[in-house]
């Protein structure tokens, strides 16, 4: 059963900021939130992880609730290459867990 | 970030023939790498887990004597793919954790699109 639930497609028009949700309503303290994206055709990409706080990296900024049921993946200026699948995925930090892919959210940016 | 390669990136066989695909990782050590398939519009499914020097570990509905996995070093896993049928033809892509990284990250590599005619 997925653990996480995402709308199937957005869209962004270039150069603003892509706000991605996501809910998990079910996750557990030891959980984790992982965020990776899958352009077409590729292998996916890291973007960014975190457990209660929110996060920022080069790629992206990840924003969890403070009751850790939802979270938003936050891309400030998006480019035509930022146009993928778009993973959130929860998972305990333990040795030997696979990732555990759900169905995404498909983004589309536009000029 | 860690970089994972997969070879070939694209494999035409015949119905009955072997593929092998192979996983390296290539500038850090892996005991776990993973193998996913994915079909057309669909999402990645794991297939199997394999720890280097041991046996892996297949998901239910995966045949274990149909995909072959190999994990004989802390740097390469290969997944055969015995008498293929064109049913097989999907993006296979494996994944590898780094031994000594400091939390649970799993790199990726670039996928192997395998089409059975």
């Known amino acids: 059963d997925a653990k996480t639930t995402q709308p199937t497609s957005m869209d962004c028009a270039e150069g603003r900021a892509a706000n991605l949700p996501c809910n998990h309503s079910?996750?557990?303290?030891?959980?984790?939130v992982y965020w990776y994206r899958q352009i077409h055709s590729q292998g996916p990409q890291y973007i960014i992880h975190g457990l209660k706080n929110n996060e920022t990296n080069e790629m992206a900024s990840l924003i969890i609730t403070e009751d850790r049921k939802s979270s938003t993946l936050i891309l400030p200026h998006a480019t035509l290459r930022d146009t993928a699948v778009y993973y959130c995925?929860?998972?305990?930090?333990?040795?030997?867990?696979?990732?555990?892919f759900g169905k995404g959210t498909t983004l589309s940016v536009s000029s | 970030g860690a970089v994972v390669s997969q070879h070939p990136s694209r494999v035409i066989c015949k119905s009955g023939t072997s593929v092998k695909i192979e996983c390296r990782s290539l500038d850090f050590q892996a005991t776990t790498m993973f193998w996913y398939r994915q079909f057309p519009k669909k999402s990645l499914m794991l297939m199997a887990t394999s720890n280097e020097g041991s046996k892996a570990t297949y998901e239910q509905g995966v045949e274990k004597d149909k995909f072959l996995i190999n994990h004989a070093s802390l740097t390469l896993s290969t997944l055969t793919v015995t008498s293929a049928h064109p049913e097989d033809s999907s993006f296979y892509i494996c994944?590898?954790?780094?031994?000594?990284?400091?939390?649970?990250?799993?790199?990726f590599g670039p996928g192997t699109r395998l089409t059975v005619l």
């Open positions: 995925i929860v998972r305990e930090d333990q040795a030997g867990t696979a990732l555990i």
């Open positions: 994944s590898a954790r780094e031994l000594a990284g400091s939390y649970n990250e799993q790199f």
């Open positions: 079910t996750i557990s303290g030891n959980e984790y």
